[in-house]
């Protein structure tokens, strides 16, 4: 597998369930973080989550890290239609400045 | 909020032309990154720049790219003769303290190269 995967590659609900993405990456990090994209658009910064912590929350998002598998997940709870966008979890190493980007989630939230 | 802006939005230039992208990085960030997407692809790491020198490079970025802080705000990224593989997304972003901390990204160039 490659640094930064996500999975699945595509994801549909309706508005209020909840939506889960996953990453898996193969080198240590410093830290992961996650951002959103609205179609051909720019990058949104959501949360970053470093390698000494578990688990970390602002607003409706809930990010886990699991250092020992190499895997982050990516929780939107009580989705809206204006979620709608792919979601991409990116790695800093710890020897780098620049982030390694995953393969990105396409969430489509239904209304 | 502060944001990192970027213009022009779209850029069409001839094959073998040069082009300058233009970015305006949040104002208290030290580092600058340029990342690009090819349309449907991953976004990748360009180039990292730091104390106005290249602090890390990508195989892609080749001698044909190059950058500046001609400025204390703007930072550019030139490309000296286009191909048609230039064509992506051409994102700047800029982060407080390097790796460690949050990049954030401009709204993107989107560079057709014809």
């Known amino acids: 597998s490659q640094q930064g995967e996500e999975d699945p590659q595509a994801l549909s609900i309706q508005e209020g369930e909840n939506a889960t993405m996953n990453c898996s990456y193969k080198t240590s990090i410093n830290n992961l973080q996650w951002y959103r994209q609205n179609s051909g658009r720019g990058l949104v910064h959501l949360i970053l989550?470093?390698?000494?912590?578990r688990e970390k929350h602002s607003g409706r998002l809930r990010v886990t890290l699991d250092t020992s598998k190499k895997s982050s997940s990516l929780l939107i709870t009580a989705s809206r239609a204006a979620d709608t966008a792919s979601y991409f979890c990116a790695t800093a190493l710890g020897n780098t400045d620049k982030l390694i980007f995953g393969t990105g989630t396409r969430l489509q939230v239904f209304p | 909020e502060p944001e990192v802006t970027q213009t022009p939005s779209h850029q069409v230039t001839q094959m073998g032309q040069e082009v300058i992208l233009r970015c305006v990085p949040i104002?208290?960030?030290?580092?600058f990154y340029w990342y690009r997407q090819i349309l449907g692809q991953k976004v990748e790491f360009l180039v990292s720049?730091?104390?106005?020198?290249?602090?890390?490079k990508s195989e892609i970025f080749d001698d044909q790219f190059s950058v500046e802080r001609p400025d204390g705000s703007n930072f550019t990224l030139k490309i000296r003769s286009t191909k048609l593989e230039d064509s992506a997304m051409y994102f700047c972003?800029?982060?407080?303290?390097?790796?460690?901390?949050?990049?954030?990204f401009g709204p993107g160039t989107r560079l057709t190269v014809t």
């Open positions: 104002s208290n960030h030290l580092y």
């Open positions: 989550i470093r390698s000494n912590e």
């Open positions: 972003a800029s982060s407080e303290i390097g790796g460690i901390y949050e990049q954030y």
């Open positions: 720049f730091y104390n106005n020198e290249i602090s890390e």
